[in-house]
């Protein structure tokens, strides 16, 4: 009824660029916060950068500078742009969003995860 469809990804060198979109689709009445969180091997999945249907913006410290969320309501998308990338941002990244959808109320929702891989 309700999923998030994560699109970007993939293997790049330490100081390179990716961008990463996640797109809402189902019954939806409104979406508030969307978001990214990344896991890496090993570790406790971490919050990145949310931002909600005003524009307030919230990054991890080891992002800020670097990462930029934006997000179009119309395409109910968010998106990552990611520079400067190091390899401690090798993880696998994961977009949510709190969406009320038709007959369900306010929950979470999660992408289905992609895999970014920072190495030379």
């Known amino acids: 009824q309700v999923q998030l469809v994560e699109v970007g990804g993939g293997l790049v060198q330490p100081g390179g660029s990716l961008r990463l979109s996640c797109a809402a689709s189902?019954?939806?009445?409104?979406?508030?916060?969307m978001g990214w969180y990344r896991q890496a091997p090993g570790k406790q999945r971490e919050l990145v950068a949310t931002?909600?249907?005003?524009?307030?913006?919230n990054y991890a410290d080891s992002v800020k500078g670097r990462f930029t969320i934006s997000r179009d309501n119309a395409k109910k998308t968010v998106y990552l742009q990611m520079n400067s990338l190091k390899p401690e941002d090798t993880a696998v990244y994961y977009c949510?969003?709190?969406?009320?959808?038709?007959?369900?109320?306010?929950?979470?929702?999660w992408g289905q995860g992609t895999q970014v891989t920072v190495s030379s």
């Open positions: 949510n969003a709190e969406i009320f959808a038709y007959g369900l109320g306010w929950r979470g929702y």
């Open positions: 189902g019954s939806i009445f409104n979406i508030n916060t």
């Open positions: 931002l909600t249907e005003g524009g307030s913006t």
